[in-house]
């Protein structure tokens, strides 16, 4: 996603309203165990099933935030069924998935399950991406070659369910620039920018670089151990 912000420019998203809310305990692979507020809408600006998970004290986060104190930690983490799910090591999903919970339930705040599998151009396209990559190119290249964007991604709706929940002010944990702009510009203040930890293994490396080098991305692969 590319953005071309102006001096003033904030972009107004139509409002959306909760749906539902279920709590629903969690439990990862590696056994850490925690419980979630989980958030359906209506109203959502792109018609997906995306989702919102309240971690921790995020209704103290709230308050605090809303007295002028720190905002709630925020990670709008896009879908990734081969990382989340199958433990894929040909990226980091999954691995900043499990970090996210656990640091949000311990600041108070939220993860927005994003469904934008790869990086918005689908599950099938993504795989067919992969391909590519196997032939020689790089994550961004392969998705061009597909007749794609580099990144589809918009998170339109990410900022429609935070400020549902009253989340005008977030801390994001991301190592995507795009993606503080890209709130920034629809209305939610990124306060601070909080990267994640950095899951390097051999399968990834590439992938991560190319992150890095191409779409400024905060990782630092010297420190990754």
Not at 10 to 35: E, H, I, K, M, N
Not at 100 to 106: D, K, L, S, Y
Not at 147 to 153: F, L, P, V
Request: contains cysteine; hydrophobic residues 40%; glycine residues 12%.
């Amino acid at each position: 996603m590319t953005l071309t912000l102006g001096a003033d420019l904030v972009s107004p998203v139509p409002a959306a309203t909760v749906r539902t809310r279920v709590t629903v305990p969690l439990r990862f692979p590696d056994g850490y165990v925690t419980t979630a507020e989980v958030l359906t809408f209506d109203g959502l600006a792109d018609g997906r099933e995306h989702l919102l998970l309240g971690l921790g004290d995020w209704r103290g986060a709230l308050a605090r935030s809303a007295a002028g104190g720190e905002a709630p930690l925020v990670r709008p983490h896009s879908e990734c069924l081969t990382g989340d799910v199958f433990g894929s090591e040909r990226c980091d999903c999954g691995p900043q998935l499990r970090e996210a919970a656990e640091r949000i339930a311990g600041a108070g705040g939220f993860l927005l399950y994003l469904r934008q599998e790869g990086r918005g151009i689908g599950l099938y396209a993504k795989l067919d991406a992969y391909a590519l990559q196997d032939a020689g190119l790089d994550t961004y290249e392969a998705n061009l070659a597909l007749g794609r964007g580099e990144d589809e991604r918009d998170y339109t709706a990410a900022a429609q369910m935070l400020q549902a929940v009253g989340a005008d002010r977030v801390r994001l944990l991301s190592n995507n620039p795009d993606k503080a702009a890209g709130l920034d510009l629809l209305g939610v203040e990124v306060t601070e920018r909080v990267p994640t930890g950095v899951h390097l293994s051999p399968a990834n490396a590439r992938y991560l670089a190319v992150k890095r080098d191409h779409t400024a991305h905060t990782l630092d692969l010297s420190l990754a151990g």
